[in-house]
């Protein structure tokens, strides 16, 4: 059973207090996001501190205990809504502290123009009589390496377009600081990065370096880049991006170990609430684009980030672009109706072997080296029964009803953690949390594992089950992504969260040559029935900036620009086009941002009033300008 002092902690945290005592474990098989791990700029090998500590989202009352817990550090991200890093042994001790309503564990977020931008009609507002290119306005990008050197983010005068740049893994050295609000990372503001592009190596100036294959720079290109930069193969003043003229604000999140270029939850949190602050700072209206998202939650906009950003987007001139995801391929959702009279029983495959939509199943590649986790979300109304058997059938867990909190170890090595609540303090819905790791074997057991839903009371009997993002690695053909078999797997409902988030804004991706959705593009609606994706952009074979380029590479100068695809490519098409809006009308608020958006949206022939894959239709910039000129 779960104990009043577990009870406000997510079930993740609770799997960690449950194993607090095996931190040979707690290394190996959690997900890193959940640990603190510091990085030596001395020699880049990550350092695990003697002390595992963990930095979570806490949703307190009106009375935040800040200073009642000696060994935490509180930072709020807006109202009631606290970042706080403590040592794994005291999450018990915070959930007990009076006004400490809920504790949510940090979530993994993973990273999901010539030709696209006419398609949006974005150019057409960069022209008399509007003359809009997002001038005043600050674009914010939360992701992956900004090449601040590339001529597409320098203004012709040779300054920077980049007024603010928060490499969270960074540690200060001699002459550089941390954000006021934040302590961690390092802040360079425009004179900093002025000053990094007039040395020879700007690089050794301001130490925020990119790769190649920068995700962000590639995103920031797409919303605000100035096509400035060219060669022979990429002229000069062809790629533009949607506001050319914008003012960038870019945050790299904190990545959760060495090897990886992806985030948590709680630090994207912290980077959203220090991109606004930077904005009125400078007194700008602002609109921030993040293409980073998880499977997991309750995809209803109710988890504590999704809070976070709507409580954020509360205040006049802000707006908030998330990508819908790329989940649609991964076959990650499952839903059904769980008859009175029957099990139902849930096909879950791990070691590889995904089917593709070519009919092609990938080979079965070097195992599943990851635990897998599921969550699975029902009615209150109901009371659903769970039992795990590993593939076989030898070996079963025995039945969690809600309430319960069982770790059970199968005689494959492999272990599962199930917890089971009645009633979730976040939405008041049932949920069921699933993991399955390695355990004391090196690989989760190839195969099919059972999940049985058993009808303990039955009302209603929906459900809806995720299985959350992994690891995907193609040299192991995928096989740490577990996955749903067969007709188990229901497409809809494959947006990522935060995108499932009230007042932020799903984009989707579609090809703009065949005036196609993209198979990949993750499917609405929430699991409460709201309408996203609110509409769909170009993604599909994108060419933007590319981190790097004109630098000497292994066959001569990198080219400065890079082809991409995915809702990654689409959402800052979309930010973009919300700068020129704010150019206009700084005082819009994001209610009337989505507004103009889903009602001059231009739907393709079929599929009003709304689509799963498309939203309200396709992203038309000067038709949204006409709805925001009828305001008064």
């Known amino acids: ?30 997900d890193q996001s959940v640990l603190e791990t510091t990085e030596s700029f001395e020699t880049g090998d990550p350092v695990t501190p003697s002390v595992l500590t963990t930095r979570t989202l806490v949703k307190t009352g009106p009375q935040p205990p800040t200073s009642e817990l000696p060994e935490a550090t509180w930072t709020r991200i807006v109202d009631s809504i606290y970042a706080v890093t403590l040592p794994i042994g005291s999450l018990p001790a915070l959930a007990e502290l009076p006004g400490v309503e809920f504790v949510e564990a940090p979530r993994a977020l993973y990273p999901q123009l010539d030709t696209s931008l006419p398609e949006t009609r974005a150019d057409r507002l960069h022209q008399p009589p509007t003359d809009l290119t997002g001038d005043g306005v600050v674009v914010g990008i939360i992701d992956f390496g900004l090449d601040y050197t590339l001529d597409d983010f320098i203004a012709v005068d040779g300054s920077t377009r980049v007024a603010f740049l928060w490499d969270q893994a960074l540690q200060p050295v001699a002459g550089e600081h941390v954000p006021a609000e934040f302590g961690y990372g390092v802040e360079y503001d425009a004179d900093d990065i002025d000053a990094a592009l007039a040395a020879p190596n700007p690089f050794a100036v301001v130490r925020h370096r990119p790769d190649a294959a920068s995700h962000g720079t590639h995103v920031a290109g797409i919303a605000a880049g100035n096509g400035r930069a060219g060669d022979a193969q990429f002229p000069a003043g062809t790629f533009v991006g949607a506001a050319p003229e914008a003012t960038i604000v870019f945050v790299q999140p904190h990545a959760v170990d060495a090897q990886t270029t992806f985030t948590d939850s709680t630090r ?77 029983t849930l ?6 072997q995904l089917p593709l939509p070519d009919g092609t199943v990938l080979p079965a590649g070097g195992g599943d080296r990851t635990p897998n986790e599921m969550e699975i979300w029902y009615s209150p109304r109901d009371q659903f029964g769970l039992r795990v058997t590993a593939p076989g059938g030898a070996d079963s867990t025995a039945m969690v009803a809600p309430g319960e909190t069982v770790i059970h170890s199968f005689t494959n090595g492999n272990q599962a953690f199930i917890d089971s609540e009645r009633l979730s303090r976040l939405n008041g819905d049932a949920r069921i949390y699933l993991e399955v790791s390695p355990g004391l074997a090196p690989r989760v057991q190839e195969g099919i594992w059972q999940v049985e839903l058993l009808p303990l009371e039955i009302r209603d009997g929906h459900f809806d089950a995720w299985i ?38 799903a984009i989707a991706n579609y090809n703009h040559t065949v005036v196609a959705p993209n198979d990949s593009s993750s499917r609405g609606r929430t699991r409460d029935g709201r309408d996203k994706p609110e509409v769909a952009a170009p993604g599909t074979n994108i060419v933007a900036s590319a981190a790097l380029g004109g630098r000497p590479g292994p066959g ?22 919300i700068a020129l809006l704010l150019q206009r009308r700084a005082d819009l608020s994001a209610p009337q941002i989505r507004g103009a958006l889903i009602g001059s949206a231009s739907p393709p022939v079929g599929v009003e009033p709304f689509d799963l894959a498309w939203g309200y239709g396709r992203v038309d910039a000067e038709a949204a300008l006409a709805v925001v000129d009828q305001l008064p």
């Open 1 to 30: 059973m779960v104990s009043n002092r577990t009870e406000a902690l997510d079930p993740r945290l609770r799997r960690i207090v449950s194993s607090f005592d095996d931190r040979a474990r707690l290394e190996r098989d959690l």
């Open 268 to 344: 994207v949190a912290e980077a959203m609430s220090y991109v606004f602050a930077r904005a009125r700072d400078l007194g700008l209206p602002c609109v921030v684009n993040m293409s980073l998202g998880q499977n997991g939650g309750s995809h209803d906009g109710e988890s504590i980030v999704e809070r976070a950003i709507d409580r954020l987007l509360e205040e006049p001139g802000r707006a908030f672009v998330l990508a819908a995801g790329n989940e649609h391929l991964w076959r990650g959702h499952a839903s059904g109706c769980v008859d009175a009279a029957d099990t139902t």
């Open 347 to 352: 096909q879950w495959r791990a070691g590889g």
């Open 468 to 505: 959350e993002r992994d690891a995907r690695d193609r040299d192991n053909a995928f096989a740490d992504q577990s996955f749903f078999v067969g007709v188990d797997f229901d497409g809809r409902m494959t947006l990522g969260t935060p995108a499932t988030t009230r007042r932020g804004l």
């Open 556 to 577: 001569g100068p990198l080219p400065v620009r890079v082809r991409k695809t995915g809702t990654s490519m689409s959402a800052p098409h979309v930010t973009g086009i």
